[in-house]
């Protein structure tokens, strides 16, 4: 049977979860996932499960942080003044919110804290730092 390899375009169903069993993403009742393999559109984890496996082949496998979202970074975790924001905005905890970097990158921003002056906004991944666990199923190689 083929393999998947770098290269190939492939088609995937999956599951993906927590460690403590809570889902954070499926495919299910969805058109499965298509994706260059080794084309960086999927973490590096993911894309290395792929690899090697054959049309209806499944498994499951952990990726661990650092071949996944990355480990949480303090360093991303930012104090604005609340004038920074546009006036008609009322920020609150939970709100997510988009900035750009200094070299025009989209950064997306979730508010973790709200005080007089300033807000606390964290630009890490959601799931960084947490080990991720996905059920697989290779539907297709094109």
Same mark, same amino acid.
Request: hydrophobic share 40%; glycine share 10%.
């Given at each position: 049977?083929?393999? *998947?390899?770098?290269?190939?375009?492939?088609?995937?169903?999956?599951?993906?979860?927590?460690?403590?069993?809570?889902? $954070?993403? @499926? &495919? +299910?009742?969805?058109? =499965?996932?298509? $994706? +260059?393999?080794?084309?960086?559109?999927?973490? /590096?984890? $993911?894309? &290395? *499960?792929?690899?090697?496996?054959?049309?209806?082949? &499944?498994? &499951?496998?952990?990726? /661990? /942080?650092?071949? +996944?979202?990355?480990?949480? @970074?303090?360093?991303?975790?930012?104090?604005?003044?609340?004038?920074?924001?546009?006036?008609?905005?009322? =920020?609150?905890?939970?709100?997510?919110?988009?900035?750009? @970097? /200094?070299?025009?990158?989209?950064? #997306?921003?979730?508010?973790?804290?709200? +005080?007089?002056?300033?807000?606390?906004?964290? !630009? #890490?991944? =959601?799931? !960084?730092?947490?080990?991720?666990? $996905? !059920?697989?199923?290779?539907?297709?190689?094109?």
């Amino acid at each position: 049977m083929t393999q *998947a390899k770098t290269g190939d375009t492939v088609r995937i169903h999956y599951t993906g979860t927590l460690d403590d069993g809570t889902e $954070f993403d @499926s &495919s +299910a009742g969805r058109d =499965p996932l298509e $994706f +260059a393999l080794g084309g960086g559109q999927v973490i /590096p984890g $993911f894309d &290395s *499960a792929v690899d090697g496996m054959t049309v209806g082949e &499944s498994k &499951s496998v952990t990726i /661990p /942080p650092e071949h +996944a979202y990355g480990e949480r @970074s303090d360093r991303l975790i930012q104090q604005v003044p609340i004038t920074a924001l546009p006036e008609d905005m009322a =920020p609150a905890v939970g709100m997510q919110l988009q900035s750009q @970097s /200094p070299d025009g990158q989209v950064m #997306n921003l979730v508010v973790t804290d709200v +005080a007089d002056d300033t807000i606390t906004v964290d !630009a #890490n991944h =959601p799931l !960084a730092g947490q080990a991720l666990t $996905f !059920a697989i199923e290779l539907v297709e190689i094109a």
